[in-house]
């Protein structure tokens, strides 16, 4: 078992920023992939980033890449958010992958936080 405890979140203007923690706890040897994603009111949970637990190498959603940063303070990790977008208005999720053929897809994901909303104003 791993558990995710997010914090963070809240809602700022467009062009502003803010940081999300994510805390593991549990089997965290198990872990293979740690991910950040975002679901937006009547849309599919959207990959965001996620760092290769073992090796440290980050990858970042196209959308986000120059503005978001994944960082981590083992077993802490942290999203910074900069300039903030209204369209990156969404609950963000931190997960836990155990299996090394997937960082991407949140199907893949076997554990879940609890959710952070982040509200981006115009």
């Known amino acids: 078992q791993v558990q995710l405890v997010e914090s963070g979140g809240g809602v700022v203007q467009a062009g502003g920023s803010l940081r999300l923690s994510c805390a593991a706890s549990?089997?965290?040897?198990?872990?293979?992939?740690v991910g950040w994603f975002r679901q937006a009111p009547g849309k599919e949970r959207e990959f965001v980033t996620a760092?290769?637990?073992?090796?440290?190498y980050i990858f970042y959603a196209d959308s986000v890449k120059g503005r978001f940063t994944f960082s981590r303070d083992t077993p802490t990790v942290y999203l910074q958010m900069n300039s903030l977008k209204p369209e990156d208005t969404a609950v963000y999720y931190c997960?836990?992958?155990?299996?090394?053929?997937?960082?991407?897809?949140?199907?893949?994901?076997?554990?879940w936080g609890q959710g952070t909303q982040v509200t981006v104003s115009s």
């Open positions: 549990g089997r965290t040897f198990s872990i293979y992939y």
């Open positions: 997960a836990a992958d155990l299996d090394p053929a997937n960082y991407r897809t949140a199907s893949d994901y076997e554990y």
């Open positions: 760092i290769n637990w073992r090796s440290g």
